[in-house]
């Protein structure tokens, strides 16, 4: 019983507010203005009946019980627990009178005996008030005493006790390296602490009150038991506290899913590997390299490495080309495909901790976060079928208020009814409780409540994300231009100025590489050539142009699935005033384009104040020439002739390998070393000596295989691409942004 009266005590609404909510609390409150209560008894488990309910009061407060039918924490409970808490105050405040009579009782507060010999209430109070200030004031000594019936010390001590390791098998290894990766990057969680502790998640995560004792702590996502948000939340509170180092997070051996031995002597293997492969050359390469190259992809799956077995499958995929002597085999792309993969196991091997290894390794996924409410437009959708067994649709969502693209895809394995032929999947039912099918979500208008997304803009299906129709985009609903302000473009030299000149194309792409999904744009050209299809390319090809003819050119691929899009565009006529959704890239100094979809006549409108920005591209493109003379566009020429040559002679010392380079190959890296000095490529000229050199040396058998020959080679292949990227931007702007064009 004396339990209830220091609990109750010290209980504070913040608390109650903890295990019920705000809205309960309030009207407990409310309630107990009406005064319907009565405390029954207080032995054992106190009963208080409020209203017509009966409410048992338990300990902890969060077992208590209601005879009403509410299963969570009722109002009743509530009123219970504050009924219970006024009536034992009572009795305390009469209990405090009578020790006060029997003299010094107490040992702690016995100091305060001299000047309270006086009598009354009052002087009961004044003493109550000293004794808090006591045991607020006593830290080490005393503190088993002092926090008897505080909430706050109580909860702070158990999260303090909470081990280490419980909380690290709660939260599992992707959690815990979220977590750390969290830290790391100065992403805190906002705590407060008053008798509970509240913890909102880093970026806009759910919302945990902790509670003493724990297990009564609630969460955002209403789950009853220890959710991982609960166990995020006290490692948080405990790395605030300073109790657990930063480093126990990232390298704590117990908590690797990676085994760091096995995944330094897998990088170790794959190194020396690859520099085989280059020391042997192409030419030379025996058919079982195959056998190795899936050995190789096996240990990288074993060692949990997910993107390293992609690597090694995909390099698997390009020997077996080259093997089979397949029309599609590029030793340009083989070769870059190799140095890429030479760099990752270089970073792989210099990994310090997991944290760094699930980066490389992509076990690193990216969370769902809340994007608050969306305003939607379902534009297209697309179907895919993936390598490994998926099929489905992705449908392209721009919200409008801040015009940025949204994707949902829904996916299932792909089904072979008994006969062996495809079968025909149920209509997918759209998210968010929408009452449509997701193919009937494009064309629709949509606002979604609570909406999640990662940062790519993928949606979440959630199942606390609300959908609303609130409109269709089609007929006189249809979409116009200036809800797409941003992604649609009649005049390609602003296209290009906005959405490729600052592109940048990483050699490695990255986890902040990452664009958002299905960044598409509308294209309204001016006019356009009929699409033609070439049988031996097996491609569809069409050149869209702007009012100024400059040209984009459309490519779409022969596969079944598309054609039906082939003979659709084949046919397509400029009477149609077509516009084009697809998506953008940037191939050999032009902008490319991969349709999506094509919106005709009437199926967007364009409005007025869109069409103006037909001029400023002009304007702009004049800016540029003025800046041009022709001697920096001749240099600009020779310079991808260098890089281009150079590009060559790694190929060919890819063939012939570093062991066995041609005399002819060794002279013309040489002289290309001197051309390359001479144009200020100094770090390549320097990279191709060495090549060189070296292969000379290996020639000989003078050197030992250290000579870091490989990664020079890597390097110089990397070079060679972000020399190649950037000349390629410098052409399409000169094409993009002069005057007009003829055709
Ligand atoms: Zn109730
Ligand atoms: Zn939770």
């Given at each position: 019983?004396?339990d ?20 309960i ?20 488990d ?14 902890p ?59 009354g209430e009052?002087k009961?109070?004044?003493?109550k ?6 045991t607020?004031?006593?830290s080490?000594?005393?503190k088993?005493?002092?926090?008897e ?9 158990e ?23 969290q ?12 008798s ?37 939340a006290?490692l ?7 109790e657990?180092?930063?480093e ?16 330094k ?5 794959m ?11 192409l ?7 195959l ?36 029309a ?6 083989l ?5 890429r993969l ?9 990994a310090?901790?997991?944290?760094q ?7 690193f996924r ?16 697309e ?9 489905g ?27 062996g ?7 997918a039912?759209a ?5 449509v ?13 609570g909406?999640?997304?990662?940062v790519?803009?993928r949606?979440?299906a ?26 649609y ?11 490729v ?9 990255g ?6 999904d ?11 050539t ?17 009012k ?22 084949e ?7 077509p ?19 094509v ?7 364009e ?24 001697g ?6 020779v ?15 890819y ?7 041609h005399d002819s ?12 000095k ?9 990279m191709l000596?060495q ?17 870091g020959?490989?990664a020079?080679?890597g ?29």
């Amino acid at each position: 019983m004396g339990d209830f009266k220091t609990l109750l005590a010290n209980l504070d609404d913040d608390y109650l507010v903890g295990m019920a909510n705000k809205g309960i609390v309030k009207r407990a409150y409310k309630d107990m203005e009406a005064g319907d209560y009565k405390v029954l008894s207080v032995d054992g488990d106190a009963q208080v009946t409020v209203g017509g309910e009966t409410v048992v009061v338990r300990q902890p407060l969060a077992e208590s019980t209601c005879s009403c039918p509410s299963r969570t924490i009722c109002r009743h409970v509530v009123l219970g627990i504050l009924a219970l808490k006024e009536f034992l105050a009572g009795e305390e405040k009469g209990a405090e009178t009578q020790k006060e009579a029997d003299g010094k009782t107490d040992v702690e507060v016995s100091h305060n005996d001299g000047v309270s010999k006086e009598n009354g209430e009052e002087k009961a109070d004044r003493k109550k008030e000293v004794n808090e200030e006591a045991t607020e004031g006593k830290s080490g000594d005393f503190k088993e005493d002092a926090n008897e019936g505080d909430l706050k010390s109580h909860l702070l001590s158990e999260i303090s006790a909470f081990s280490l390791a419980s909380l690290k098998k709660m939260l599992g290894v992707k959690q815990l390296l979220t977590i750390a990766s969290q830290k790391k990057s100065g992403q805190q969680p906002k705590i407060t602490y008053s008798s509970i502790v509240t913890v909102q998640l880093p970026k806009g995560g759910n919302t945990v009150k902790l509670l003493s004792p724990l297990e009564y702590s609630t969460c955002t996502c209403h789950k009853k038991e220890f959710c991982v948000h609960k166990a995020a939340a006290v490692l948080w509170c405990k790395l605030e506290a300073g109790e657990v180092p930063e480093e126990e997070l990232s390298g704590a051996e117990e908590l690797q899913e990676y085994a760091m031995g096995e995944v330094k002597d897998a990088a170790r293997q794959m190194k020396g590997f690859l520099e085989e492969l280059l020391d042997t050359g192409l030419a030379r390469t025996s058919p079982d390299v195959l056998d190795y190259l899936d050995r190789l992809a096996l240990i990288s799956h074993n060692a949990k490495l997910a993107n390293f077995e992609g690597y090694w499958r995909a390099l698997h995929d390009t020997y077996g080309n080259y093997l089979k002597r397949k029309a599609s085999f590029d030793v340009k792309k083989l070769m870059e495909q190799f140095a890429r993969l030479y760099r990752r196991v270089g970073l792989l091997l210099e990994a310090e901790d997991a944290l760094q290894v699930s980066e490389l390794a992509g076990e690193f996924r990216s969370e769902y976060v809340p994007v608050g409410n969306l305003c939607l437009a379902g534009i297209a959708m697309e179907h895919f079928e993936s390598q490994t067994g998926y099929e489905g649709e992705t449908v392209y969502f721009l919200e409008l208020n801040k015009k940025e693209w949204y994707t949902y895809t829904s996916a299932r394995p792909v089904f072979y009814e008994a006969t062996g032929h495809r079968g025909r999947q149920e209509k997918a039912a759209a998210p968010w409780e929408l009452p449509v099918s997701v193919k009937e979500m494009v064309g629709l208008r949509l606002n979604l409540s609570g909406a999640r997304a990662d940062v790519r803009g993928r949606l979440s299906a959630s199942a606390d994300t609300r959908g609303e129709v609130t409109g269709s985009c089609q007929k006189e609903n249809c979409l116009h231009s200036g809800e797409l302000s941003g992604w649609y473009y009649r005049d390609f030299g602003k296209l290009f100025e906005d959405k490729v000149a600052s592109m940048r194309m990483p050699w490695l792409k990255g986890a902040q590489g990452e664009r958002r999904d299905g960044e598409l744009v509308f294209l309204r050209p001016y006019s356009f050539t009929k699409g033609e299809f070439s049988q031996t390319e097996q491609k569809l090809t069409m050149c869209l142009y702007d009012k100024t003819g400059r040209e984009i050119v459309l490519e779409l691929a022969y596969n079944k699935r598309e054609e039906w899009g082939i003979n659709y565009l084949e046919r397509l006529t400029e009477d149609r005033e077509p516009c084009f959704l697809g998506k953008l890239y940037f191939k050999d100094g032009r902008m490319c384009l991969y349709p999506v979809t094509v919106f005709e006549k009437g199926e967007l409108a364009e409005d007025l104040d869109c069409t103006q920005e037909g001029g400023s591209g002009e304007t702009c493109g004049e800016d540029y020439d003025d800046n041009i003379s022709m001697g920096q566009e001749d240099v600009k020429d020779v310079l991808s002739c260098v890089l281009e040559d150079s590009g060559t002679l790694l190929e060919e010392l890819y063939q012939s390998g570093l062991d066995t380079a041609h005399d002819s190959t060794l002279q013309e890296l040489n002289s290309m070393s001197g051309l390359t000095k001479q144009y200020g490529l100094l770090r390549l000229s320097e990279m191709l000596s060495q090549l060189a050199d070296g292969a000379a040396m290996r020639r000989h058998r003078l050197a030992q295989k250290e000579d870091g020959l490989a990664a020079v080679y890597g390097r110089a292949c990397e070079y060679l691409y972000l020399c190649r990227g950037k000349v390629e931007i410098d052409r399409g702007r000169e094409y993009y942004t002069s005057a007009s064009k003829e055709r």
